[in-house]
């Protein structure tokens, strides 16, 4: 390696994209394991396997190239290098001001931008300016136009939709136990993990949630293109038909499963856009789901990135339906045992024993649940970011704070998710063996979500007049008839 500083990535930057590039393929390499930041928080376990086992991959697999400091902090993990050293644009606001700082101090020389998105931050500030609202459907329409994604030679979009969303909604097959669709890459461990395992184990001072578990995501940039084929060869064409359904036997259904090799930064996501999209050029996938899986990639997991830029620090500050109601300990400690509501049960044990839940039950299951019962919205946003073996500080602020909480009264989401239990029966086999019964507001098998909802909506009707699109909840909460049953009855509800 020839160039003088180094190149310092964070545990997110780990693919060929941030190594391989112009101004990165000629530089030595450092990754710093931070005590500090293992430790600051209470991670899912297997979050912390996995970030640690994927910068240990990164050192087997590039040799010499790579020095890994561990350290007390990354600052002091600099100091020991010794060298000065490049690095791109952080996933954090924390990180940006250390890398800020650094750069003050001489340490850093040179702030690259971040090839782990596809837009720059420049470019959507000005993409942003003078629109009114923040509108996810103009941006990825533009993503696609920008990157030509699925169009027609004349900019037209492919199939003649821009949005494959209609297709995308169907509740789970009825009668299934499972979607039957082929299973997702599985990692087979190595020496990487053991160790992994036991300086974990041997960590004073660690604390974790979660159980630990085997290895379920991809941490090597081998293993990342493994586990991306096997969802564009097998599971791709059977993405979107059920993305918004649950099955308590299948807990991955036909999701890609590809966030954690994706956050790590091991794959680059208009690559993966791109041989999604030759799928369907090939005939091997339809257009629904392809068109379904690049919004995801290409929209949303774009958006929130910018978003959480655009919006800034003070974002998550917002508290807009003043929910201030701490989280409690079964749902802090993972305790999916402690509760009996099936579908609230079924994605918890989902978080405590892998680290994830699939999107709609973090929307539509936990989201909803900690919105009915007023959880404080920034407290919740840690908790999704340590909980969760794909969370990063990005991704929080829209998702939990705008989408889930509704927190911001409205600047990212139009109106609240939230819905009561006859929701969670259309789009899931959970109420089928539940205690509870979706169809119940007053009484021992009320529904925790059916009568959460009209509590929540009674104690936030003040907050939510102006919007219209509330308009109809809003008249049904006031010719409600046991409503103030209900209210009472979920006031003192410690049962769920
Ligand atoms: C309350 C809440 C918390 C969330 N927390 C996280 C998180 O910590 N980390 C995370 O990566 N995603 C998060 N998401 C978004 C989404 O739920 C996950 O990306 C997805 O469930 C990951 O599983 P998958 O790879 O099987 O994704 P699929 O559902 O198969 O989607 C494919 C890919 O699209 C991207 N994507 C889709 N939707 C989003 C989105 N809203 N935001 C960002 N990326 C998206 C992801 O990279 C994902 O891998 C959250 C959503 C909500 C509502």
Known sequence: MTADAALWLFADQLGPHFTDGPDTHDRDIVLIESAHALRHKGYHRQKLHLVLAAIRALRRDLGDRVTVVEAASYRAGLREYGRP?????????????????????????????????????????????????????????????????????????VGGRWNTDHDNREPPPSGADTLGVPAPWHPRENEIDERVRADLDAMSGLHTVGEDGPRRFA????????????????????????????????????????????????????????????????????????????????????????????????????????????????????????????????????????????????????????LQRGYHPARLTEWFATAFVDGFPWVMPANV????????????????YAAGGAYINRMSDHCGDCVYDPKVRVGENACPYTAGYWAWMDRSAGRLRGNHRMAKPLGSLERLRDRAAVVEQEHDRNRF
Request: proline share 6%; glycine share 8%.
């Open 85 to 157: 050293v490049v690095v791109h644009e952080p996933g954090s606001h924390a990180a940006h001001r250390l890398v800020r700082r650094l750069r003050e101090d001489g340490v850093v020389t040179e702030i690259l931008p971040t090839p782990g998105f596809t837009l720059s931050t420049r470019d959507f500030a000005e993409w942003v300016r003078d629109r009114p609202r923040y509108v996810m459907e103009d941006f990825y329409r533009d993503q696609r136009r920008r990157h030509g994604v699925l169009l027609e030679p004349d900019g037209e979009p």
């Open 219 to 370: 941490v090597s940039r081998t293993e990342a293109k493994r586990a991306l084929r096997r969802f564009l060869d097998a599971r791709l064409p059977t993405f979107g038909t059920h993305q918004d359904a649950m099955l308590g036997g299948d807990w991955a259904m036909s999701h890609a499963l590809l966030s954690v090799p994706i956050n790590l930064g091991l794959l680059d996501p208009l690559d993966v856009v791109r041989q999604a999209e030759r799928r369907y050029h090939d005939g091997h996938a339809p257009l629904s789901s392809v068109e379904g899986f690049t919004r995801q990639i290409l929209g949303w997991r774009e958006w929130v990135w910018q978003l959480y830029w655009h919006l800034g620090p003070d974002y998550s500050r917002h508290n807009a339906l003043r929910a201030e109601t701490p989280l409690p300990a079964w749902w802090t400690e993972l305790d999916a045992d402690a509760v009996t509501a099936r579908c609230l049960s079924v994605a918890m044990a989902g978080v405590r024993d892998r680290g994830y839940a699939h999107h709609i039950q973090r929307l539509m299951v936990l989201g909803n649940h900690a």
């Open 401 to 416: 704070i705008g989408m889930s909480q509704y927190a911001d009264g409205g600047i990212v989401a139009t109106k609240p």
